[in-house]
């Protein structure tokens, strides 16, 4: 959106949602489509972004387009910190934001450029700017080359519109009214004009960023007869120094407030500013920059909330709100009083803030017995043998919160009647298309046949479009099948978030035996997950819960023990990982535990239990885990352990209120299913006369890359270009009875359908290619179609061999095991609870990757959503069942601001997975366990504070460690002073759902 301000226009990020049209008289608005397009000039952002793998699902792409656009209308060189500043309210689940921020970075002028890794070299002068390590690094090079890039060029963009520039520079403006069917809106030009309005008035809401007022009428059905929009009244826009403190008018926006603050802040005294940079550093982390550029601060005031962003810091620096009515003028400190609305401290009816002056400084399923199937059991040694052994015995339990899915495309259908035989259209966002069309015949009472299922590509699923979206397409099939006509829907967040459930809460309790040297002599481990109101998949989720967790840790007597709790909460589903990130991050737990009751560094303990060489599984499958050492080794070196231990230990002596942790943790993550059925795939390839292939398979886009590597897969058995190769949709009509695409087997199934496809094209042609050699391809082609030889051909692969016997606690549960390993450094504000994660390093085993900025790609973002599970993202219910996190105003996932100030990412060299399609492995899941390396970096800080105050014990952690538990764990003499809880004498906010 872009306003003519004076004598040079303005470009600000916007959300339609929030953006009344009426507001919008005299802006020139642009969209994505205008800003590039294949049809006509990509712009070098859509390039760069293409080009450095910055798209997974693509659903946030257009996004992150607009926020940079607008910043490079203002900003043509961008520092990084405008660059992050300007994409803070822009979600990602699938990259990780690195490739993303890799790509803005080469918008970064030099005189602000980053360094980059740590090298002391200018990132802007690497050739690798889009890796995620350095040339000298061997592990992998860069992912794309700057200079393909086309430069940026100002005199391309769009002017601002001569007609609104004159417009703007008008002397007379008049009062601008626009009248619907329920709302009047009125925008005034002067401060008069606006108190004569608000005395006829007093009930009508003033509107500048919509944020309040568009929710109301959203959520809550509210709606105005009468709206006042203000923003074009100069008095409400003032900005003055004062003797007393800086004057802010209330209709500027958050954005030009902390552009102001951050002007004032570097030309005065430091002790007159203490104010103003406890405001700066609230507006960093308030809303994201496209509200920011449209909130107001009055509004934001106005709205009343003690604990929102900026209020508790105005409140407590004393600041002063000016304010009018056609009665005259009055001044009222804005304290707690005002903030609680006290009658004589609050707003008139018929007032308004004009101005701010802010001055300077001076368990219950189990107790009930209340279970989904039945008890899951594996155990292998003597666990009685086991304990008696044991020089030490310890017992803990730990909590882990769910986690929504929050996969920025809804749940969506469109389902479109053919208007004979029955016939209907169903195009949805799922991961499964072959059971959404067997439910929806059986709701219509059809042959399956008759019910065709298209998926184009799913923005985000994550797991939680395997089930899900079978009832919404039902819903609208039913609909349709009812009216005649084409039914579409769409969910609402917070709808989405209420219905469709999210990753199971899990509640563990451990009993461990260890010898004095840290050796883990038994474990006996019970673990439950809150399944919600339904099964869904939670019994397959336990059951997976089960089979991993011993992780990378050879056990010789353990004892797991696993439940599916039946509560009355909404059912919970599928989610990235299934399982493994609970019982993962739980042993994990108890392994740290061990480390502070033997008093030994924690990666010697883990070193010392880990599976090395050729082992069983405690379920009997045999296990190579010689890749496992070589990733722990690898990042053990890559990441310099040692030597960064040694100095976050010195940086620890020094600082009492800030401690810094770090923290290295291994994996062996289990890939597919315990089942043969669950892996097979097919796939139909066509090649047409001209010589272009068309590819189409069973396996679902999420972002996960998966055509990507199909058509990879296809021009290399075909021995074509790449370019000759396209795929459409995925559909029922050309792949029916497809498994659904979870568990990170997608690519490797359906690329061996694909591959196997390709095999039989290519033999049927071998007799013309050996006959004309030198040929074109499409010549060979073109003398196959005169030969009557068939240009079409399905693939197949029957699948893995795995199964799992529970009665006998063996089985060949997996076809193989992705192994990996990441440490993390992180700081801790001690006061706050605060976290800053300072560097990432990890390495993977994904063998010989098809494509390795894909795979990448998924380890960064299954990392970051894995922070996000272990540190910030918590599903909150009220006593009564009610769910308060719905939407991203209440519900918190990582932003580009969380992710890891240096992340880098090593393929671990020279591995091989002789199973699997041209030796690879399926990576989409893995990266997200290794998020609990900021975890237990966190622990490791915790820890650090807690011996330097006395406190030298064991201690537990639950998840997520957000800023309250960790302030809570950094004992002091501030937490002693909070009452303890004493059940029955309160009514909790909040209830525990783990």
């Known amino acids: 959106m872009s306003q003519f301000s004076f004598t040079f226009p303005r470009h600000y990020p916007a959300n339609s949602c929030l953006l009344p049209i009426c507001s919008l008289h005299g802006s020139a608005v642009t969209t994505v489509e205008g800003v590039g397009s294949t049809k006509t000039r990509v712009h070098p952002i859509q390039e760069r972004l293409a080009k450095c793998h910055g798209s997974q699902c693509g659903f946030c792409t257009p996004g992150m387009v607009m926020s940079m656009y607008a910043l490079l209308r203002n900003h043509p060189e961008p520092s990084m910190e405008q660059i992050t500043a300007a994409l803070d309210g822009n979600l990602c689940r699938c990259t990780g934001y690195r490739p993303i921020i890799d790509t803005y970075k080469s918008f970064a002028g030099e005189t602000a450029c980053c360094q980059l890794r740590g090298t002391g070299q200018c990132c802007l002068d690497k050739e690798d700017v889009c890796s995620s390590s350095n040339k000298g690094n061997q592990m992998h090079s860069g992912l794309c080359n700057p200079e393909e890039f086309q430069p940026v060029d100002p005199t391309q963009e769009f002017i601002f519109p001569p007609e609104l520039m004159r417009m703007a520079q ?29 005395a006829m008035y007093p009930k009508a809401p003033l509107v500048v960023g919509n944020t309040c007022v568009g929710l109301e009428m959203k959520l809550d059905g509210v709606h105005h007869p009468v709206i006042i929009h203000p923003t074009r009244i100069p008095d409400l826009h003032v900005v003055s120094n004062t003797n ?105 009816p018929k007032e308004i803030i004009v101005s701010v002056l802010i001055p300077y400084s001076k368990k219950d399923a189990i107790k009930h017995n209340s279970y989904f199937g039945k008890e899951k059991k594996l155990e292998q040694g003597n666990i009685e043998e086991g304990f008696k052994s044991a020089d030490e015995i310890i017992e803990g339990e730990i909590h882990i919160g769910g986690q929504e899915h929050f996969y920025l495309e809804t749940n969506c259908v469109l389902v479109v009647p053919r208007g004979e035989d029955n016939e209907m259209d169903v195009h949805v966002s799922t991961q499964d298309a072959a059971r959404v069309q067997d439910f929806v015949a059986l709701a219509l009472d059809v042959q399956s046949s008759k019910i065709m299922c298209h998926t184009k590509r799913v ?46 809460p899990f509640f563990g309790k451990y009993k461990v035996g260890f010898t004095n040297d840290g050796r883990i002599t038994a ?43 039946k509560t009355n909460l909404p059912s919970n589903t599928a989610f990235r990982g299934f399982g493994f990130p609970q019982s993962g991050l739980f042993t994990e737990s108890w392994i740290t535990t061990v480390a502070t009751q033997t008093g030994l560094p924690q990666e ?56 810094k942790g770090i923290a290295i943790i291994p994996m062996k993550f289990s890939v597919g299913f315990s089942a043969t059925k669950y892996h097979q795939a097919a796939a139909l390839v066509h090649i047409y006369t001209d010589g272009s292939v068309l590819v189409t398979h069973g396996g679902i886009e999420l972002g996960q890359g998966i055509h990507t590597k199909m058509l990879q897969i296809a021009s290399r058995e075909l021995e074509v270009p790449l370019s000759y190769v396209h795929f459409c949709e995925t559909s029922t009509i050309t792949v029916p009875n497809a498994i659904a695409t979870p568990g990170s087997i997608g690519s490797d199934v359906n690329g061996k359908a694909v591959q196997n ?58 076809p193989y095991f992705v192994f990996g390993a990441a440490c993390s450094e992180v700081e801790i504000d001690c006061l706050t609870g605060d976290h800053k994660n300072i560097r990432t390093d990890i390495v993977m085993d994904a063998c010989f990757s098809i494509n390795p900025a894909v795979d990448i790609g998924q380890i960064e973002g299954g990392f970051i959503q894995g922070v996000g599970l272990y540190t910030m993202e918590e599903i909150k219910f009220s006593p009564e069942g009610e769910q308060y996190t719905l939407g991203a105003d209440t519900y918190k996932i990582p932003a580009v601001c969380d992710i890891p100030e240096q992340f880098r990412v090593y393929l671990l060299p020279n591995s091989r997975n002789p199973i699997a399609i041209y030796s690879s492995k399926g990576i989409g899941e893995a990266g997200l366990f290794l998020g609990c390396s900021v975890f237990f970096a966190i622990w490791d800080a915790v820890a650090a504070v807690r011996k330097e105050r006395g406190l030298t014990g064991t201690f537990t952690l639950n998840s997520p460690l957000t800023p309250e538990r960790i302030r809570m764990a950094c004992a002091d003499n501030f937490t002693e002073m909070i009452p303890k809880d004493k059940p029955g004498t309160y009514k909790p906010w909040a209830i525990d759902i783990a």
């Open 244 to 348: 007393n403190g800086l004057v802010i008018g209330a209709a500027c926006s958050l954005a030009q407030l902390r552009d102001i603050l951050m002007k004032v802040v570097l030309e005065l005294p430091e002790e007159k500013t203490k104010i103003f940079r406890a405001l700066l550093q609230q507006l960093k982390t308030l809303a994201g920059e496209q509200i920011r550029s449209l909130a107001s601060l009055g509004g934001h005031i106005v709205s009343r909330g003690s604990t929102w962003d900026l209020n508790p810091v105005l409140a407590v620096g004393n600041s002063v709100l000016s304010l009018a009515s056609k009665d005259g003028t009055r001044q009222i400190p804005l304290n707690d009083q005002f903030l609680a609305e006290y009658e004589n401290a609050d707003l008139k």
């Open 604 to 659: 010697k303990i883990r070193e010392k239990n880990m599976y090395k060489g050729v082992n069983l599984t405690p379920f009997k499958e045999e296990l190579d885990a010689t890749n496992l050492v070589k990733c722990w080794k690898e990042c053990m070196e890559k990441s310099e352990y040692y030597s960064r231990k040694t100095a976050v230990e010195e940086f620890n002596k020094q600082n009492y209120w800030k401690k």
């Open 757 to 814: 496809a390709c095999q039989i094209l290519r033999k049927r042609l071998e007799p013309i290619i050996n006959k004309n050699p030198e040929g074109k391809w499409e010549d060979w082609i073109t003398e196959a179609y005169d030969q009557s030889v068939s240009l079409s051909a399905t693939g197949y692969f029957r699948g893995y061999m795995a199964n799992m016997n529970w009665d006998t606690g063996e089985g060949q549960a997996f």
């Open 523 to 565: 474990a006996d481990i019970e673990s439950y997950i809150n399944a919600g109101c339904t099964l869904d998949e939670s019994e397959l989720v336990i059951e997976f819960v089960v089979l991993k967790m011993d992780n990378a840790y050879k056990i010789p007597n353990l004892r797991v023990r696993g439940r599916a709790c």
């Open 459 to 504: 923005g985000g699923a994550f797991g939680g479009k395997v089930t899900k979206p079978i009832i919404f397409a039902v819903v609208a099939a039913v609909a349709a099948n009812k009216t005649g006509r084409p039914i579409r829907f769409t969910l609402e967040r917070d709808e989405d978030m209420l219905i469709t459930g999210g990753r199971h």
């Open 170 to 198: 008008e002397q007379r403006k008049i009062t601008l009214v626009f009248r619907g069917e329920r709302t009047t809106w009125i925008s005034p030009t002067n401060l008069r004009e606006l108190l004569e309005l608000k």
